[in-house]
């Protein structure tokens, strides 16, 4: 079975430009979630998703970063314009249900490397 | 407030060396879950092991073991005999009853094993 794939593994973009983040969970796992992990700081929440619907979205900085999960599948994370603060890794995770459930767990992708200059 | 605090930032030791890696925890909820994460250098954050705020008793798997203690609030996380293998950044976090869906990791602490 395959896991978390994100895409692309890096990328460098310069500040003032767009980048779209690629996250594929794993199939059947309704519940989506974001993260980033900024300057070698702790991982942060961006956003929770539950199918196509953000459940919970305290996370995302600023109207610059836009998410979306067409189809309750794959899930994009759109920063425009990238801005030199945004460098950072950027985590997706998927699990099958809520994590509130005794029995879920969450996987993690590998990440994307933003670096932005 | 940082919610979990991982002082070590790095951490070199020779292999075979027993080797602890700290994490201290804030929540005024009496219901949470623990967790360590490993992250290898292929990146992905790796699962170790979940511990709810209710199960306080030490936990061993192999080379590892967890120490939950309410009263430090801390988990902290000890590789016994460690190897090569077990260098890699790892993340310790938490989340609580009011959503549990949301973690909060520490800024993670990086394990240098030399051979």
């Known amino acids: 079975e395959a896991g978390v794939t994100q895409f692309p593994s890096h990328s460098v973009i310069e500040k003032g430009q767009t980048v779209t983040l690629r996250c594929d969970p794993i199939?059947?796992?309704?519940?989506l979630y974001w993260y980033r992990r900024v300057m070698g700081k702790e991982i942060k929440f961006l956003l929770h998703?539950?199918?196509?619907?953000?459940?919970?979205e305290s996370g995302m900085p600023n109207n610059r970063f836009l998410a979306e999960r067409t189809g309750g599948t794959y899930s994009t994370l759109k920063v425009q314009p990238a801005e030199l603060e945004d460098s950072g890794v950027y985590f997706c995770a998927s699990s099958q249900d809520k994590l509130a459930r005794m029995n879920t767990e969450a996987f993690f992708g590998q990440g994307t490397r933003l670096t932005v200059v | 407030a940082q919610k979990v605090t991982q002082a070590q930032t790095e951490i070199s030791v020779v292999e075979k060396e027993d080797v602890t890696l700290d994490c201290v925890y804030e929540t005024r909820d009496t219901t949470y879950y623990l967790f360590w994460y490993k992250q290898p250098p292929s990146g992905e954050l790796v699962f170790l092991i979940r511990r709810n705020s209710f199960d306080e008793q030490n936990e061993i798997s192999g080379r590892y073991s967890w120490n939950f203690q309410k009263s430090t609030s801390s988990f902290n996380f000890t590789i016994t005999a460690s190897q090569v293998v077990d260098s890699a950044v790892y993340f310790c976090a938490l989340s609580e009853i009011r959503d549990f869906n949301k973690f909060y990791f520490g800024s993670g602490t990086k394990l240098n094993v030399k051979p």
């Open positions: 998703f539950v199918k196509e619907s953000k459940q919970d």
């Open positions: 199939s059947g796992h309704d519940n």
